[in-house]
């Protein structure tokens, strides 16, 4: 586990720090159980896991620092225990050392949740629009290369370069917004010109290949081949239609500045929270109004992006 693990005053380092520490636990619940199979459960509580874990205390202080732990659990004092982003209070359960030589001492150790201080974690925030953009402008370059037609490739090209030319999505204008739907129109007509073409050649093949009585082999050739590459081509276009569409309605959603919300006092990690529930989203904020610091002075009327822009930092706008 590479963090810091700390119990009361004691730091465990190295081989004395475990590699993982399960954490968590259940909901008391009683149920209560009806005739004809309906139920009701009522929520009693959390109650926590006991944290446990163990490690190999070496060096020359080994038997002291065990005999040190172990008088903490004989005290039964609540101790503070802290790894990375958690906080507990607990009690030492159990503790076993197990000497194996002076300097090499084994142990596992159980401790008692008495309470949990870590911040709750009540939303996840999804990517922002940069990132959707992103994810499916490389997946929608990939499927045309595949499909190797020269007029969908220079299309692309030029949704590359539109995309490329915005620093923020979440922060454009419509106008600037408009300037990547077009080229994206562009390519799903494209799409959809190629893909009717592929049903078409299908379609009019009655049978295999082409190949009728009178038929020459070259003929009967070319038929069978464009019949198989008709075949081979369709699902990745209508993959690439998926992906744009997809594109499409993303940058649909997106108005510059959506909302417009007054402040008097505060600051924008608050105001973010309010709206992304996410306190760290408060740079796209500050980005979409042109400020870097986010404590709000006086009463002031902000430019709030529908979606949260966490791409760089308050000065990559």
């Known amino acids: 586990m590479a963090t810091i693990l700390s119990l009361g005053d004691v730091l465990f380092n190295d081989l004395e720090a475990p590699e993982r520490i399960p954490f968590g636990g259940s909901q008391q619940l009683v149920v209560h159980k009806m005739v004809g199979g309906t139920r009701t459960v009522d929520a009693m509580g959390r109650d926590d896991l006991p944290l446990g874990w163990s490690g190999t205390f070496m060096g020359k202080d080994a038997l002291s620092r065990a005999r040190y732990l172990d ?18 209070t607990v009690v030492i359960h159990r503790f076993l050392p197990v000497f194996e030589r002076e300097w090499m001492i084994p142990y596992s150790i159980v401790c008692e949740v ?3 201080h870590s911040q709750p974690q009540t939303s996840l925030s999804g990517p922002s629009i940069n990132d959707l953009i992103g994810a499916d402008l490389s997946t929608a370059n990939s499927l045309t290369a595949s499909i190797g037609n020269g007029t969908l490739t220079g299309l692309m090209g030029t949704v590359n370069t539109a995309i490329a030319g915005v620093s923020s999505l979440a922060n454009a204008a419509q106008s600037t917004i408009n300037g990547v739907l077009a080229p994206i129109a562009a390519v799903q007509t494209q799409v959809s010109t190629l893909i009717a073409s592929a049903s078409n050649t299908i379609a009019n093949v009655s049978t295999l290949g082409g190949i009728v009585p009178n038929n020459p082999i070259s003929v009967a050739a070319a038929k069978l081949t464009s019949q198989v590459t008709a075949y081979q081509s369709l699902p990745t276009l209508y993959n690439l239609q998926s992906v744009m569409g997809r594109m499409s309605a993303n940058l649909g959603g997106v108005s510059g500045a959506a909302q417009q919300i007054t402040m008097a006092g505060g600051n924008l990690m608050q105001l973010a929270a309010n709206v992304y529930g996410d306190a760290k989203a408060w740079t796209g904020i500050a980005k979409a109004n042109k400020i870097t ?11 709030v992006p529908v979606r949260p822009d966490n791409a760089g930092g308050v000065l990559s706008g």
């Open 293 to 303: 610091d986010p404590v709000v002075q006086g009463v002031q009327t902000l430019n």
């Open 71 to 88: 008088a903490m659990r004989i005290a039964g004092q609540a101790l503070p225990l802290a790894w990375s982003e958690l906080l507990y």
């Open 114 to 116: 008495v309470a949990d």
